[in-house]
C-alpha cells in the first residue's frame, strides 16, 4: 500500500475519464487536437476527478455520468490553469513546458476558451440542470477570485480575506467535486450538504498546504521559486501568522511600508518565514481542516470509497510537493 | 414604421433582457461591474436577443425562460467579442473603446472568462438540459472555428471552406437563438429543425453582408480599415467572386504568389474588388439565403413574429453598416 492508496477503488476508471477528455477535440483542428493532448499529458495527479468517483460510487450515482462530471471537472480545471499560465506568463508547470511557452497569446486564450466549452458539454452530458448551474457558479466564483485577486490592491488580507481567496482558487472545484457527484447520486439534501462541506474543507486545506509549499517545496517540484508568492505581494497563511508572531520584525515592517517590490527586503522575509514558526502553525490550520472533514464522513455508509475520502483528507495535508 | 419594425412585438422585453445581463456582475468586484457596464453598454443593435424572443413567442415558449436564454445568447457573443477583441488588439468596437483598450490583457481575459461563466449560468437557468448541450456545442464551433481560422495557411479557400468558417463565426450562434427557443418552445422535431435552419441561413446571411460591408462600408461605422479581411489575409465572399471573375487580373496573381503581405497589392485589389460586380455577386447571394429564409417561415402559425422575423430577415440583408 503506498501513500497514494485513496486511488485504489477508482483506479480502473481515471484511464476512462482521461481518454474522455482526450476525446474532446475529435474532430477538431489537429494543431487543437495537439495542443489538447499536450495539456493532458502534462496533468498532475487527478486528485479532483478522484473525488469525484470516491464520492460519486458512495453516493450510488451512476457511473458513466460520474465518468462524464469527472471529465468535465478536470477540463474545467485545465482550462483555467491554460488561462492563469498565459496571465502569469509562466513557462513552466509541474516541470513542464506550458501551452503559453510554446503558442501565441491569442492561440492560447483560445485554446483556453475551447476547454471550458468541452468542459461545459460535458457537465451537460450528466442531464442535470442542478450539476449544470453548480458548474457555471464555480467557474464564476473562480473567474472572480482571479480578478478580485489581480484589481485588489496588495495588502496584509484578513483571516476572512484569506479564506474568501482560497475558496475562489481552489475549494469550490473541491466542492464542486463532491457536491455534483451529490447531485447525481441517490442522498437526501442533508447529506448532498454534509459531501459539499467535506469538499470545501479539503479544498481549503489543500490551499493552504500549497500556500506552505510555496515557502518550503523544492523549487524543482514546484517550477517556480521559492515564496513566489510574497513575492508577487501575496500574502498567504503563513505569511499572516509570521506578520501576527512578529509584528515588530524590521522585515515585517519594512514589507508593510515599502511594499513587497524592495526585492531585498522581501527574500529576506520568505527565508525568515519558511524557517519559522509560521509554517507549522499554517499546517496545523490545514490539518485541523482535514480532520473537521474526516468527521464528516461519519455521516455516509461505511465502505471502501469512505476509506479512501479519509485517506485521501490525510494525503492532502502530508503531501510534500 | 422605421426599417427596425422587426423589434415592434419584442420591444417590451429587450430591457428586461438587458437587465438580466447587468445583473450578473452583482456582489462581484466593483472593477468587474464597470468592466460589464461598459462591455453592455457598448453593445450593437441586439439582433441575436431579438430572433430569440421573436422565436420563442412565436413557438410559444416561456417567456421568463426565453428572457434568461436571450440574455444567455448575448452574453455569449458579448465574451467571444471580448477575447477577439483582445487576440485582434482591437482598440475600437462599433466606435466605442474595447476593454482591451483601457485594461490590461490579463484583466481581459478573465472578464472575457467571466462573461462565459455566466452565459452559462443563464443558460442552464432555462432548465433545459437540450439548450445546455446546445449552448456548449456553439460554444466550441465558434472557438474552433476562431482556432482553424488562427491555424490554417492564408489562400484561397474553397466555397465549402469558406462556408465552413462563416458557420463557426456567426451562422452558429444565429442558429442557436432560434433553435434553443424552439427547444423551450411548444413544437415538434421537423418544426424545430425548420427554425434552426432558418437562423443557420440568416446567420451565412449576415456575415456574407458584413463581409461586403468590409469592403464598402464607411469606416467609421465599421471601426476598421476598408478591406481589413484581404489585408489580413482572410479571402471573404467578394474577394472569391473577384478571384473567380478575373483570373488573370495582375493584382489577383500577385495575391496568389506573393500573399497578402504585398500591402500595395493588396490595397490595389482592395479597391478593385469594392468598385466590382463581385460586391452584387456576393449580395446576391446572401439575399438568395434570406430568402430560403423567408419561405421555410411559411410553415409557422400566422402571427406578428413570423412577419417580424422575415422583415428581420430583409433587414440582414438591406443593412448598410
Chains 1, 2 share one sequence.
Not at 483555467?80 to 492561440?107: C, F, S
Amino acid at each position: 500500500m503506498t501513500v497514494l492508496s485513496f486511488f485504489a477503488p477508482v483506479q480502473d476508471l481515471l484511464p476512462l475519464v482521461e481518454s474522455r477528455m482526450r476525446q474532446q477535440a475529435d474532430d477538431r483542428h489537429p494543431d487543437l487536437q495537439a495542443a489538447l493532448r499536450h495539456i493532458i499529458d502534462a496533468g498532475g495527479k487527478r486528485v479532483r476527478p478522484t473525488v469525484v468517483l470516491l464520492a460519486g460510487r458512495l453516493l450510488e450515482a451512476d457511473q458513466d455520468k460520474l465518468l462524464t462530471l469527472a471529465a468535465a471537472i478536470e477540463m474545467l480545471h485545465t482550462a483555467t490553469l491554460v488561462h492563469d499560465d498565459l496571465i502569469d506568463g509562466a513557462l513552466l508547470r509541474r516541470g513542464n513546458p506550458t501551452l503559453n511557452a510554446q503558442w501565441t497569446p491569442a492561440a492560447t486564450v483560445l485554446t483556453g476558451d475551447f476547454v471550458f466549452a468541452r468542459a461545459a458539454k460535458l457537465a451537460a452530458e450528466t442531464d442535470s440542470v442542478a450539476v449544470m448551474k453548480q458548474f457555471a457558479e464555480t467557474l464564476a466564483v473562480m473567474v472572480n477570485g482571479e480578478l478580485t485577486q489581480m484589481f485588489d490592491s496588495r495588502g496584509v488580507p484578513s483571516r476572512e480575506n484569506y479564506y474568501q481567496r482560497i475558496y475562489a482558487k481552489t475549494a469550490s472545484l473541491f466542492e464542486l467535486s463532491t457536491y455534483a457527484p451529490a447531485l447525481l447520486g441517490q442522498v437526501g439534501a442533508s447529506l448532498r450538504e454534509t459531501m459539499r462541506q467535506y469538499g470545501r474543507l479539503i479544498g481549503n486545506a489543500f490551499q493552504i498546504v500549497d500556500d506552505i509549499l510555496d515557502f518550503t517545496g523544492q523549487q524543482a517540484a514546484v517550477g517556480k521559486p521559492i515564496g513566489s508568492d510574497l513575492l508577487q505581494g501575496l500574502i498567504t497563511l503563513p505569511a499572516l501568522y509570521y506578520i501576527e508572531n512578529h509584528p515588530t520584525d524590521e522585515r515585517v515592517r519594512r514589507l508593510l511600508e515599502d511594499g513587497y517590490h524592495n526585492q531585498a527586503n522581501t527574500n529576506a522575509l520568505v527565508e525568515a518565514i519558511r524557517h519559522s514558526e509560521a509554517i507549522a502553525q499554517a499546517h496545523t490550520e490545514a490539518v485541523a481542516l482535514a480532520e473537521e472533514a474526516i468527521a464528516l464522513l461519519s455521516h455516509f455508509p461505511d465502505r471502501p470509497e469512505r476509506y479512501a475520502l479519509e485517506e485521501l483528507a490525510r494525503y492532502i495535508v502530508n503531501r510534500t510537493y
